[in-house]
């Protein structure tokens, strides 16, 4: 599924062969909610400028069925997401 917006992720649809499932327990409900989350990281550093090519958003859900999302990134996105936020982050502390 892919809900980046640019396609520049590659996300994984729901594997139910991935865990062991516990009757009762809504999986789907946290694998949706990591989707979305994953959607809007993805935006998020899209709208920032930063290419996600090659990068990828795995959307699951633990054991007790809360959202999780896997994330795979280059080392330079990675140090990129690193510099951005740093800014973002003295940016903040001389507004505040």
């Known amino acids: 599924m892919d809900g980046s ?53 795995r959307a699951t859900a633990n054991t007790d069925g809360s959202a999780l999302v896997k994330i795979e990134l280059s080392a330079a996105i990675v140090r990129e997401i690193a510099t951005i936020t740093r800014r973002a982050g003295a940016q903040e502390r001389r507004a505040g």
């Open 5 to 57: 917006g640019d396609g520049a992720f590659d996300f994984h649809e729901l594997d139910p062969d991935a865990a062991l499932w516990v009757r009762g327990v809504d999986y789907l409900a946290g694998w949706r909610d990591a989707t979305q989350a994953a959607a809007e990281l993805g935006n998020a550093l899209t709208a920032v400028g930063i290419d996600t090519t090659g990068s990828k958003l």
